[in-house]
Structure formats: structure tokens, C-alpha cells
């Protein structure tokens, strides 16, 4: 099955790393601003924090995709087959194609989400444990590296089928795991296609995972 168009784009890896690196100052921005918050007013809440993290987590998994999907460099098995499929029974391209079935109600129908779930990334930076926690990280000798390094791993998404993917993992809560995020893929028994242009760190873990599908 062709799947190397589902992962097309034409950023380079220069400009990636640009990209990824502001996100992740303006992600310690945030945190001290929220600190400084915290520091006048214990009582403050942390929605707004969560708003945030959530906004700079989706621009982080965002920065090689051509489209909503097309370039993401990870897709599950039963998504990149209904894809390539359906793109190969009619005329549109495989762009137009999977843009129609991201759309609401498809019979096949497709989403990105996070590998380690938004809502665990945001209970870490909230939570007492000063080893992934927003005051750990801000009183870490480089807080931007170590930023940037947390959303390296955390920060990823992988397009999946809605209705038997999606859903699933959903429904059964099925938690990510910081040591290997795509451990809960495994968990939840998803396999995802081989892209040869996965960096080094993901690809040893999806292979650890035991859930890259080779074709």
C-alpha cells in the first residue's frame, strides 16, 4: 500500500526546529507568567493555563502538516488504509480525499489526536510532582531545552479512525504513559504505519511498543 503521500510536506527540518523551539519559549512564558499569577492570588484557578498549554500543544503537533492531515508522520494502520483506499477507487487527490473524511458522520471517518493525552500533559504541569510540574520545569537550569524536550516526546499526534480508534481510547480512558507515549497505542492495540522519516527518538519507541506495521 503507497502511504508516502499521507506524509508528504515541504518544510525543512530547519524550519521545523524554528518552530518548535518558539513554541516551546513561549510555553515557559506562559508558565512563569502563571506563576507570577499564583504567587498574587493562590486561589487562581488554573483554566487559563490549561487554555493555553492546550493551544501551544496543537501548534506543536501541527508544524510538519501540509493540511489538517496530509504531512502528519503518523497515521494509524486503519487510517492510512481507508485513505489510500478510497483515494485510489476515485479521482480526487489524496489531500482532497482525506480532508472529506475528516469531515462529521463519514462512514470512514478520520481525526488527529495526541499520542499522551492534552488533559495528562496539563494534570502534569499542574500536578505536586516537581519532577513534571510547571515549577520543576521553571526551576530547571534551562527551562526552554527543557521544554523543548518535553514536548519532543509529548507532543505529537497521529491520525486514527474516529469511530474505531478514537473512541475507543476515549472511552476506556486509556492513559498515555511519559516514558513511552505510545505504549496507550499498544494498550489500546493500535498499530501505525512505518514512515522512514521519523526521528530517532519516536521511532525506537513506536518499535518498543511492538506496534509499527512495516509494508
Not at 527540518?13 to 518548535?20: A, D, G, K, L, Q
Not at 493562590?42 to 500543544?57: H, S, T
Not at 486503519?78 to 478510497?86: E, F, H, L, P, Q
Request: net charge negative.
Amino acid at each position: 500500500m503507497p502511504y508516502q503521500g499521507l506524509f508528504y510536506h515541504e518544510y525543512s527540518p530547519e524550519y521545523i526546529n524554528m518552530r518548535r523551539l518558539r513554541i516551546a519559549q513561549a510555553m515557559v512564558n506562559g508558565l512563569r507568567v502563571y506563576q507570577d499569577f499564583i504567587c498574587i492570588e493562590e486561589a487562581y484557578g488554573n483554566k487559563w493555563l490549561r487554555c493555553f498549554v492546550r493551544e501551544l500543544i496543537w501548534k506543536h503537533s501541527e508544524t510538519t502538516r501540509a493540511t489538517k492531515y496530509v504531512g502528519c508522520p503518523y497515521w494509524s494502520l486503519g487510517a492510512a488504509n481507508a485513505v489510500v483506499t478510497t483515494h485510489q477507487q476515485g479521482g480526487e487527490t489524496l489531500r482532497g480525499v482525506a480532508e472529506a473524511m475528516s469531515c462529521r458522520g463519514h462512514l470512514l471517518e478520520i481525526t488527529h489526536e495526541h499520542v499522551y493525552p492534552i488533559r495528562q500533559f496539563c494534570d502534569d504541569l499542574t500536578s505536586a510532582d516537581p519532577v513534571v510540574n510547571y515549577r520543576g520545569i521553571l526551576a530547571s537550569d534551562n527551562p526552554v531545552a527543557r521544554m523543548a524536550s518535553d514536548l519532543a516526546l509529548l507532543a505529537v499526534g497521529c491520525v486514527v479512525l474516529e469511530h474505531k480508534e478514537h473512541q475507543i481510547l476515549n472511552r476506556d480512558r486509556v492513559a498515555g504513559v511519559r516514558e513511552n507515549p505510545w505504549q496507550r497505542y499498544a494498550n489500546a492495540d493500535i498499530q501505525i504505519v512505518h514512515n522512514p522519516l521519523w526521528d530517532e527518538l519516536h521511532h525506537a519507541h513506536i518499535h518498543d511498543a511492538g506496534i509499527c506495521q512495516c509494508q
